[in-house]
């Protein structure tokens, strides 16, 4: 018994010890902490002030995808008291960084069908995975 369990505690062990060196997550929001360097395999969360009431939409013009894997569509969260009509909230995507090298982040916020006005906001962010 006591070599079974050994057996099987070698791996684990091993198993932890890869998760303690991967990289923790990082959260970006609009307050600026740009430019970034990530390292690979490392999670990025970008989290942005939003309102569809209104309209607008964050929509990913450059995703970074030669460092970046997305992790899913824009996650849309409701304010804390969702009785108030037309209140904000906030658009969430979450990426992995796969690749080595360098990329951008750009997202601009406006109206789909307003095509001739510029964007009311844009994000930006150049990227580094090492």
């Known amino acids: 018994m006591h070599a079974t369990l050994r057996l099987l505690t070698l791996p684990a062990l091993a198993l932890l010890s890869a998760c ?3 990289s923790g997550t990082l959260e970006l929001s609009q307050q600026r902490q740009c430019p970034l360097t990530l390292d690979k ?27 970046l894997q997305s992790l899913g569509p824009e996650v849309y969260s409701n304010p804390e008291d969702p ?17 080595r090298g360098e990329g951008r982040l750009l997202l601009t916020y406006q ?8 964007p009311a906001e844009t994000f930006e962010c150049e ?3 090492k």
């Open 20 to 22: 303690t060196h991967q």
């Open 127 to 129: 990227l580094r995975v």
């Open 83 to 99: 009785g108030l009509v037309g209140a904000g909230g906030i658009s969430t995507w979450r990426f992995t960084a796969q690749e």
């Open 41 to 67: 395999g490392q999670l990025l969360i970008l989290s942005l002030p939003s309102n569809p009431t209104t309209g607008f939409r964050w929509e990913v013009r450059d995703g970074a995808e030669s460092v």
């Open 111 to 118: 109206r789909p069908w307003e095509t001739d006005v510029p």
